[in-house]
């Protein structure tokens, strides 16, 4: 169980912190996250910083313990933005494996959420 709580949260702070510093810049609208999200990907302006506001609650909903249902919502927002994410790159003309590297943000969280399962079974049974 040990082993198990230690791999959880290091992919769950992995990803959370990721999902958390990409929230912040979109609540702070810098320039980046608005070239690439308004000018790059053709979305309107007032989606950064609900995007920003939308990850920064779901980090929180993934780590709040006690709240079974928030926590899998959580996940699937955060995973529904970064699938999304990712197709809206490549389908703005951009080769495939130059969409490749959002896999540093998706692998940590799909960790992460089969480690918070194993968890789940691993206290069930205890």
Same mark, same amino acid.
């Given at each position: *169980? =040990? =082993?198990l709580n230690i791999y959880y949260w290091i992919?769950? /702070? #992995? %990803? /959370?912190? *990721?999902? &958390?510093f990409s929230g912040i810049?979109?609540? !702070?609208?810098?320039?980046?996250?608005?070239?690439?999200?308004?000018?790059?990907? =053709?979305?309107?302006?007032y989606i950064v910083? %609900? #995007?920003g506001?939308?990850?920064?609650?779901g980090v929180i909903g993934i780590l709040i313990p006690g709240y079974p249902r928030v926590t899998?919502?959580?996940?699937?927002g955060l995973f529904y933005d970064l699938i999304l994410a990712t197709v809206s790159i490549?389908?703005? /003309?951009?080769? %495939? &494996? !130059?969409? #490749?590297p959002m896999l540093v943000f998706i692998v940590p /969280?799909? #960790?992460?959420?089969? %480690?918070?399962?194993?968890?789940?079974k691993a206290k069930a049974t205890a």
């Open positions: *169980m =040990k =082993k992919f769950t /702070g #992995l %990803f /959370g912190l *990721m999902m &958390l810049q979109h609540i !702070m609208a810098t320039p980046e996250s608005v070239d690439l999200i308004c000018k790059q990907l =053709k979305y309107p302006e910083v %609900f #995007l506001v939308v990850k920064v609650l899998e919502w959580a996940y699937a490549y389908l703005m /003309g951009t080769p %495939f &494996l !130059m969409c #490749l /969280g799909m #960790l992460s959420y089969i %480690f918070y399962h194993k968890r789940l």
